[in-house]
């Protein structure tokens, strides 16, 4: 018996029910409310499901289909995306990589459901290269991550001395054609090969990579840092994520120049959390610097994402 | 009785329920299964509900609250925004005037309903002006709409010779004052008086003062028309909406010079129907013209954007 009683409304099931199962037998009512009915069903995950009268003014929900839409941001809203295609999706020995199409961002780089960047992003990548202010002519650079290629391919173009790239995710060569065959828009040809007259793709974790360098007393211009956002979270189980960052750092401006820059992305800009945490960790580094930071509209992302610049303090 | 027979579900109600009774008794059934259920209502309007399992990856629904995170962009996808405050609302005679804080869009101007413009969006104002690659000084400019002042704003710190801009919803006082009070960061004091050294503006229907400007020979170096989106709909009923279109178009191509730009927002960049009927607009009017698009990232829109750059075909 399922009675309406005032404004809660007691079921009793004749048998187990599970919750796709009751939206589904809710269908009947609704419509006889007049309201349109949607739900979208994950696998296992949920359901997301609106009920619009005619008056209303939301977009039914798209159902079903093997391509999901609905994404969280950074900040935890919840936003819909223009995704019409799975353009790849394999399981490497190593992680998931799944590239989708957008209507209207192109192809999306997915590494373990984490979004990468999509090809309308440049804005990204002209971000973290220093926002068109930096001469890159015959200079230094060491790229930490940077797995979709973009940050190489718009480097190499402004004819630099030397570019050396760490990606550990290379590792898996499904990466690399992944990005080489759908991300071309970003990446050009220069993943067609992992080394060129003025650059080369080490596949390697970069923390031994830095130390080594660091040792041998190693120099660059410019260290841009495209490996991982600011942790969002600010638990104290995460000191350990805060510690790497801070190694990451720390050897960072161990192999930068005295006058070179240091590129890094933040966070969203709403997670200011997080980003004073991370400006915190600044003030810990071995030696003093400074930081400036911009905010950066990055088309895929549907939210504003701040980038840094650091740089060493002036001797005295 | 409430029976689970294979994949549907019987009810049958004790009183007449709607459906945010209903929502409230399932409840207990989702929290059964251990799924968190979140649902944000709106008056009248419907509902919208989350049921997202422990591995679930949506973010729950911000309940309630009077203010709405949820709308539905240009091409129809569902959106979460970080409203925070609503800063203005008030029903004038003429219009209901919202302006709704983002915590990183800043305050947006909403009129009736639509969407105007955000805080953060110099983009747009910097895209309907040509993307920085036209000279405005000593140049004779008209601005069709242009509630916000955004445009007014920038043009004016260009040295233009004159910038008239004709606003019929300034005929609302309350919009003037709304924005000037909290759209500053994208009218600076322009709207404080609506006449300048190198401006003015008309509270006047674009049509007649078109006509006029026409009927007196008089010619504009850039016309620039901010008045509304490229209609969506493409029924036969909206054939007045283009006619009324081309009818501006015709009428803006009458007071632009011979080597004079009419620039102008389209829509969505997914609404390629919509858009395709723009430019078959521009085919037909009084004298024949050649257009340019650009594709802008307009931060608080979450959807790329087309502007039009048109201007009349060199004379044989």
């Known amino acids: 018996m399922a009675a309406a009683r005032h404004s809660t409304l007691d ?17 009947s009512i609704f419509q006889e409310e007049g309201m349109t009915e949607s739900v979208h069903t994950w696998q296992d ?21 093997a391509i999901d839409r609905y994404w969280p941001t950074a900040d935890g809203r919840l936003v819909e995306y223009d995704i019409d295609e799975v353009v790849y999706d394999e399981d490497s020995p190593y992680q ?26 440049l804005a990204y990548t002209r971000a ?18 940077g797995g979709d290629g973009g940050i190489l391919c718009e480097i190499v173009k402004l004819k630099p001395k030397m570019v050396t790239m760490v990606e550990i995710s290379f590792i898996d060569q499904m990466v ?6 759908y991300m071309r828009k970003t990446c050009g040809d220069v993943l067609d090969n992992l080394k060129g007259d003025c650059y080369q793709v080490l596949i390697e ?25 600011v942790p969002i979270s600010t638990s104290p189980e995460e000191d350990s994520t805060w510690e790497f ?17 240091y590129f890094t992305q933040g966070n969203c800009v709403n997670l200011t959390e997080a980003l004073s945490l991370y400006e915190e960790q ?14 950066i509209c990055v088309p895929s992302y549907l939210e504003l994402w701040v980038f840094y610049t650091v740089w060493k303090k002036a001797k005295p």
């Open 245 to 261: 960052l801070r190694l990451i750092l720390d050897l960072s401006m161990k192999v930068l120049k005295q006058d070179g820059k």
């Open 128 to 145: 973290i290269m220093g926002s068109g202010k930096e001469d890159y002519t015959g200079k230094d650079v060491l790229i930490l991550g």
């Open 282 to 295: 600044l003030g810990r580094l071995y030696c003093p610097v400074d930081f400036s930071k911009e905010i």
């Open 176 to 181: 690399i054609d992944g990005c080489k065959k």
């Open 205 to 229: 974790d970069c923390i031994p990579v830095l130390k080594r360098y660091a040792k041998e007393g190693r120099e660059f211009d410019y260290v841009i840092n495209d490996l991982t956002a």
């Open 96 to 121: 998931n990589i799944k590239i989708l199409h957008s209507k209207q961002f192109g192809n999306i780089l997915i590494l373990n459901g984490d979004v990468n960047l999509a090809e309308s992003d």
């Open 11 to 27: 079921f009793m099931l004749g048998a187990k029910a599970d919750g796709e199962t009751i939206l589904k037998g809710l269908q």
């Open 45 to 65: 995950h949920g359901y997301l499901a609106t009920y619009i009268n005619k008056n209303g003014r939301l977009p039914p929900l798209v159902r079903g289909g």
